[in-house]
């Protein structure tokens, strides 16, 4: 069992408990409430700002010029990638940047990002793999399974294109370049410090499932 297969089945509850999201599923046929995309998209883009340093400390803490460039490549996709989706949809939603940057976060986004962010500053490259492999493995699990459900969904008109860039061949390319860089990773990882890994991607896959929670609920 590689260490990704490992991971994903200690959290497989957790992960199958997105699918059936009222949150996600609204993505999905098309029924989510506006306001509860609108209120998500803002939280999610102050999200990616912490998450995109959750990626530099990879670099920092990177042993060898290869990790370094490929911590370094993650940065510039979600800064000039991954937000680009936020930055098209904050557009037709009306809602500036720097007004998004400006917003309060939710407490339950505060502490998904602090907790990385402690993973990032207290352990090493292999730890910061494992806690930002969650948000990005499941965002690609949920929109497959979405367009799998809903052949048409990435055409809907407004959500289509959250499920497309999710579904997207260049997002999937980018995860199998971090599953590979989390298995060289922790080639030589002891039981312990496999285990520590799991606690690591469980806690962040729960913090997954809260964020869906948060967004449905809107919760300050």
């Known amino acids: 069992m590689t260490t990704t297969d490992r991971l994903l089945a200690c959290t497989s509850d957790i992960w199958e408990g997105y699918h059936t999201h009222p949150f996600v599923r609204g993505i999905g046929d098309g029924t989510l409430d506006m306001e509860k995309f609108r209120y998500y998209m803002v939280q999610d883009y102050k999200y990616l700002i912490d998450y995109a340093k959750v ?28 937000m680009e989706i936020h930055r098209g949809y904050m557009k037709r939603l009306g809602i500036a940047p720097e007004d998004a940057e400006a917003a309060p976060a939710a407490l339950d986004n505060i502490s998904y990002t602090a ?71 922790t080639t030589d990882c002891t039981e312990a410090q496999l285990r520590r890994l799991e606690d690591i991607f469980t806690v962040c896959s729960r913090y997954e499932a809260a964020f869906w929670d948060m967004a449905w609920e809107m919760k300050p």
């Open 55 to 82: 990626f530099a400390l990879g670099v920092a803490k990177a042993q060898d010029m290869e990790t370094m460039g490929l911590f370094a490549g993650y940065v510039h996709q979600i800064l000039h990638g991954e």
């Open 115 to 185: 907790y990385m962010l402690k993973v990032a500053y207290e352990g090493g490259p292999a730890d910061i793999a494992a806690a930002i492999l969650s948000c990005a493995l499941s965002y690609e699990h949920i929109a497959k399974r979405i367009v799998a459900k809903h052949p048409r969904a990435a055409e809907h008109p407004f959500y289509g294109e959250w499920v497309s860039g999710y579904a997207d061949e260049g997002y999937c390319a980018a995860n199998r370049e971090l599953i590979a860089l989390t298995e060289r990773l």
